[in-house]
Structure formats: C-alpha cells, structure tokens
C-alpha cells in the first residue's frame, strides 16, 4: 500500500482501523464518568430550571431567544443551537431534562453509549444556548467540549461493553488530552497575565478558602492553617499549572507520575471547595493518563479472562500486533478487489468510511485550531492568527478559553432577600446551599450545582446594575412565583406574596477557633445595607421603588 506520509498520519490519528490499542480501560472508565457527570448536571437543572428560565423564571428563556432573533434574524439558529427554539414552556423544560438524565443513566450503564451522549450534549447544549447569565461558567464549556469530543470516542451498539472491535481514535484521546491540558495551563497564564499581586506574593490561599463561591467546612478547618502552609498551596499550585502538566507530552512513565500527583490535587479541591462538576471532569480527564497495561491490575479477573479470551480479530493488546493485524486487512481487501468484479456495496462502505474519515479529520483540526488559538491569544494578543474559525465555534462552546482564580476575591459577601407584609417586619428568605445562618457548617454537595447560589456570589462582588438577576428576583418574588420561591429552602410567605422585597448584603469572615468552640458558630457577619433597590407592589399591580440602595465601595 503506497500512502503518502500525511496520509498515513491522517490514518494514524483519525482512522478506527488504526487507533489506540492501549486505551479501551481508560475509554472505559471515562465514558461512565462522564455520564455520571452529565447525570449531575441534569439532575440539578431538574429542580432549578423552572426557576432559572421558564416562563415565571428570573430570566426566561423566551425573552433571551426573542432578543437573539431580533439581532441575528435567519442565523439565531447557529448563535442560539437550542431545541427551546420549538418551545420554551415548563414542560419543554423538564422534557429535555428527563430525557437528559434518563440518557446519562443509559451512558452509565453502557447502552447505546454513543447515541446517549449525542441526547446528553443536545439537551446540555440546549440549556447552555438559552439560559444567558445562568450559564455564563467555565464547567459549562468545558462539559460542551470533552462531551462533543467524546461523540468520536463513544462506540457503537447496544452493550459494547470493553468494545474490543471499536478501537479507539487517537485524535479523540488527544483532544481529550488537550483540554485537560489547557483547563491547567491557561489558569496559570491567567493568574500570572492578571498581574494579581496575591499570586506574585503567594497569598492567594491565605482566604481562599473562606471567600470562595460556596466553601466546605473541610475550607473552614485549613483556613486556619498558618500562613507558610498557604504560600506553599500558592507556590504548588503556579508550579503543577504552568511546569508539572507538561509532563503530559512526555513517555509513558512520566505521564503516570503526572496522573498520581494530580488526581490527590483534584481530590483535595473537591473537598475544600464546592465547584459543581468541574473537578470531576478535570479529575476524569485525567484517566488518559494512563493506558490498559497499567489498569489491567486492577480489574477484576473475570473481566481479564474474558477480554484476554476476546478474538485476536477484535482485538490485539500489542500496537505493533494491531497495526500488523490492520494492513493485513488492507491488503487483503486490496487484493480481492483488483481479483473481483466490484461489488458496489463494498464501494460504497469504502466511501462513506472514506467521508467519515475526512469529517471526522476536518472536525478535529478545527477544533484544535480554535483552542490553540484562544491559548496563543492569551500570551501573544497580537498574534496574527484567523478568528473565523475560532467566532464560528463561539456558540457551541466546544472550544473555549479558561482561567480559573485569574483574581482573587478579598472579600466575602452576601445577598439576601427579606419580604414584608407592612414594610417594617422583614422575613429572610433561606438559602438551600449559600452560607446564611452563623450557626450552620459549610456543607459538600458538589458535583451539585446550585446555579442561582452561584451566581449570587458572583452579582455580589459588583453593582446591582451589572447583574439582572436580583431584581429579577425580586419582581418575582413579589409576584409569588412558585418556581422562583422554590429555588430557596422554604416559602416564609405561603398564604400570599409578601407586599415588599428587599435584597440586603451581608459580609462574612469564617470564625475563629475560640468562637467556634464557645458560640458554636461557623461564620461572623456584618450587615452592609441595602444591596439593590426596594420594591413594593401596589394595589393597581404596579411596581414601585420604596428605596434605593446608597453607594457602597466597590467589592472585589
């Protein structure tokens, strides 16, 4: 077989019939993972989404699609890639949520692996497209991505199991590779590029863990460790992002180090931090690491008899064995065809394997040009590269930039909404997961993701004006929107709406060890005033506002 060297590296990396032999373990175990993950992802939509975009949301996925199609006209379907563009009522919302999760489950279990995840990436997709601020998260995009690249990877079929007869694409792995790559990398080219003087003097951790999104109590006891114990997290952390992920790019032994230096890293944010499910996808990424000849020690024997009983024409442990057993296909099936009248069904298999191979090509170049690009932008703004490719791609959110912790916050604030019925007698609305009462630990609920805690904290540490949603919320909670109220612990107002709503900031500092163990208390707090403004429904239905907020210093 005479085939150009780019065409031999085409089939190398992007060919079923010559893909990664060591990696149907890792394969594996990242297609449950990711299902599981997916799982979370639609499992916590299933009781917020109502809230979030329904039609009695905060921000209801029919104002933000009308407003995209009023600005894109015949092209919102590309900027706005949602099945919501067929309805945006409640039970469209949650159709696409059970259909999401019941998909997940289907993952998990290994049934119909690929025709799963497509349902899963359409439905989060869909989600991520019509749900503006509420989907505005780095895990967002990078679920979007590992989940459109995984489509390539997924094999066919009802119960492949190990799929022994499917190897896998080594450009699937490789992006899958990239990303958790470029997750670590770019947060360090943030931090450095941000100018942050907490990173350049290794005090970013000193209250990070109290001034995070949503802390754990595991956060409360480190914070009180002593300050060389946070330079060194600081130090550790620079080091594993911009030095240690190279590794990743070396020979095999180095790449299993890597592995087992950043799955206890993983591990050890998960437990001090409450950020949904983005460290599991980090953490599963992470498997690609390592390759069967490293997991066959862990299975279970049953499993290594029957995968090693497996026919040497499905599968071949040894790449040379692989690669041997594949020309041996082609040449023969070169053969018979010079030997043989041409069937046309086989042409046409050899056609549209030919197709595949070349979108699949195609797709895949694409998608690493684009995040290559955003990484260079990052170092070299300048840099005279095309931003076609990288504009087109902008909605799908399969090839995105991150930067985790650029800046550190320097503060911890709150928001929280009180009704009354006579404008003097303020009842608290409880959150379900936001830190509230002094007396209540910090708990782990991650991969969980309450989106409108999240982005509470993120409208905190800027103006009113900036951020809809607390308004928003007010109006609704003022019109007693049932979705809306639920979204929080409890419904202090169940006979009727309250007359006025108020958003209130609160600032909090962990407490220290003596005031823990004498009051009992996680959290101390001071009141800063009134975050946005008051507002009142009259008789006639209409809004009024009864106070505005004063100026406050600007948060950060």
């Given at each position: 077989m005479n085939e150009s060297r780019p065409a031999r590296v085409i089939r190398?990396?992007?060919d079923p019939r010559q893909g990664a032999t060591d990696q149907f373990l890792p394969r594996w175990l990242f297609l449950r993972a990711i299902g599981s993950i997916y799982f979370s992802a639609f499992f916590s939509l299933l009781f917020q989404i109502r809230g979030l975009i329904g039609p009695d949301g905060i921000l209801p996925a029919s104002e933000y699609l009308e407003s995209v199609a009023k600005s894109t006209a015949a092209a919102r379907f590309w900027y706005a890639p949602t099945v919501?563009?067929?309805?945006?009522?409640?039970?469209?919302?949650?159709?696409?949520?059970?259909?999401?999760?019941?998909?997940?489950?289907?993952?998990?279990?290994?049934?119909?692996?690929?025709?799963?995840l497509f349902l899963c990436f359409v439905g989060f997709l869909s989600f991520v497209a019509a749900a503006g601020e509420f989907a505005g998260y780095q895990s967002d995009g990078m679920l979007l991505e590992a989940g459109f690249i995984v489509l390539f990877l997924a094999p066919m079929g009802f119960r492949p199991g190990l799929a022994t007869a499917q190897v896998p694409i080594r450009g699937s792995i490789f992006l899958l590779l990239w990303e958790w790559f470029r997750i670590y990398f770019e947060s360090g080219v943030a931090k450095i590029g941000s100018g942050d003087p907490e990173w350049r003097h290794f005090t970013a951790m000193d209250e990070y863990y109290q001034n995070g999104p949503l802390p754990t109590w595991i956060g409360w006891y480190l914070q009180h460790f002593p300050h060389w114990f946070h330079a060194a997290t600081a130090f550790l952390t620079l080091a594993l992002e911009l030095v240690l992920v190279f590794m990743v790019f070396l020979p095999r032994r180095w790449r299993i180090v890597c592995f087992f230096i950043v799955t206890p890293w993983q591990l050890g944010v998960i437990l001090t931090a409450n950020y949904t499910f983005l460290n599991y996808l980090v953490l599963a990424l992470g498997i690609f690491l390592l390759d069967d000849r490293f997991l066959q020690r862990f299975i279970p024997a049953r499993w290594k008899d029957r995968w090693a009983t497996a026919p040497t024409s499905e599968v071949a442990i040894e790449v040379g064995s692989a690669n041997e057993l594949v020309e041996a296909k082609v040449e023969a099936a070169e053969f018979a065809d010079s030997a043989a009248p041409v069937d046309w069904t086989h042409s046409m298999r050899h056609q549209l394997a030919n197709l595949q191979l070349t979108l699949t090509c195609v797709m895949f170049?694409?998608?690493?040009?684009?995040?290559?690009?955003?990484?260079?932008w990052m170092v070299w703004q300048s840099a005279p590269l095309p931003s076609g490719p990288v504009v087109a791609l902008e909605p799908f959110r399969i090839a995105d930039r991150y930067g985790l912790f650029a800046r550190m916050t320097r503060g911890r604030y709150?928001?929280?909404?009180?009704?009354s019925m006579d404008g003097k007698n303020w009842t608290t609305y409880q959150f379900q997961n936001k830190p509230q009462d002094p007396h209540e630990a910090p708990r782990i609920y991650a991969p969980y993701q309450p989106r409108f805690d999240w982005n509470l904290w993120f409208a905190s540490l800027s103006d009113w004006r900036s951020d809809p949603i607390v308004v928003r919320t007010e109006e609704r909670l003022l019109d007693g929107s049932a979705d809306v109220v639920a979204l929080f612990k409890s419904n202090p107002f169940p006979q009727s709406p309250p007359r006025v709503v108020r958003a209130v900031i609160w600032q909090y500092w962990f407490s220290t060890p003596r005031e823990k163990r004498e009051q009992g208390i996680w959290w101390t707090r001071q009141l800063l005033g009134a975050y946005a403004p008051t507002l009142e429904r009259q008789a006639n239905g209409k809004l009024t506002v009864l106070e505005w907020p004063s100026a406050t210093a600007p948060r950060e």
């Amino acid at each position: 077989m005479n085939e150009s060297r780019p065409a031999r590296v085409i089939r190398w990396l992007f060919d079923p019939r010559q893909g990664a032999t060591d990696q149907f373990l890792p394969r594996w175990l990242f297609l449950r993972a990711i299902g599981s993950i997916y799982f979370s992802a639609f499992f916590s939509l299933l009781f917020q989404i109502r809230g979030l975009i329904g039609p009695d949301g905060i921000l209801p996925a029919s104002e933000y699609l009308e407003s995209v199609a009023k600005s894109t006209a015949a092209a919102r379907f590309w900027y706005a890639p949602t099945v919501f563009w067929l309805s945006t009522s409640s039970h469209m919302l949650m159709a696409v949520c059970w259909i999401g999760l019941a998909a997940s489950v289907l993952v998990v279990f290994n049934i119909f692996p690929r025709t799963s995840l497509f349902l899963c990436f359409v439905g989060f997709l869909s989600f991520v497209a019509a749900a503006g601020e509420f989907a505005g998260y780095q895990s967002d995009g990078m679920l979007l991505e590992a989940g459109f690249i995984v489509l390539f990877l997924a094999p066919m079929g009802f119960r492949p199991g190990l799929a022994t007869a499917q190897v896998p694409i080594r450009g699937s792995i490789f992006l899958l590779l990239w990303e958790w790559f470029r997750i670590y990398f770019e947060s360090g080219v943030a931090k450095i590029g941000s100018g942050d003087p907490e990173w350049r003097h290794f005090t970013a951790m000193d209250e990070y863990y109290q001034n995070g999104p949503l802390p754990t109590w595991i956060g409360w006891y480190l914070q009180h460790f002593p300050h060389w114990f946070h330079a060194a997290t600081a130090f550790l952390t620079l080091a594993l992002e911009l030095v240690l992920v190279f590794m990743v790019f070396l020979p095999r032994r180095w790449r299993i180090v890597c592995f087992f230096i950043v799955t206890p890293w993983q591990l050890g944010v998960i437990l001090t931090a409450n950020y949904t499910f983005l460290n599991y996808l980090v953490l599963a990424l992470g498997i690609f690491l390592l390759d069967d000849r490293f997991l066959q020690r862990f299975i279970p024997a049953r499993w290594k008899d029957r995968w090693a009983t497996a026919p040497t024409s499905e599968v071949a442990i040894e790449v040379g064995s692989a690669n041997e057993l594949v020309e041996a296909k082609v040449e023969a099936a070169e053969f018979a065809d010079s030997a043989a009248p041409v069937d046309w069904t086989h042409s046409m298999r050899h056609q549209l394997a030919n197709l595949q191979l070349t979108l699949t090509c195609v797709m895949f170049v694409w998608l690493f040009y684009a995040s290559s690009a955003l990484l260079v932008w990052m170092v070299w703004q300048s840099a005279p590269l095309p931003s076609g490719p990288v504009v087109a791609l902008e909605p799908f959110r399969i090839a995105d930039r991150y930067g985790l912790f650029a800046r550190m916050t320097r503060g911890r604030y709150e928001i929280e909404f009180q009704g009354s019925m006579d404008g003097k007698n303020w009842t608290t609305y409880q959150f379900q997961n936001k830190p509230q009462d002094p007396h209540e630990a910090p708990r782990i609920y991650a991969p969980y993701q309450p989106r409108f805690d999240w982005n509470l904290w993120f409208a905190s540490l800027s103006d009113w004006r900036s951020d809809p949603i607390v308004v928003r919320t007010e109006e609704r909670l003022l019109d007693g929107s049932a979705d809306v109220v639920a979204l929080f612990k409890s419904n202090p107002f169940p006979q009727s709406p309250p007359r006025v709503v108020r958003a209130v900031i609160w600032q909090y500092w962990f407490s220290t060890p003596r005031e823990k163990r004498e009051q009992g208390i996680w959290w101390t707090r001071q009141l800063l005033g009134a975050y946005a403004p008051t507002l009142e429904r009259q008789a006639n239905g209409k809004l009024t506002v009864l106070e505005w907020p004063s100026a406050t210093a600007p948060r950060e």
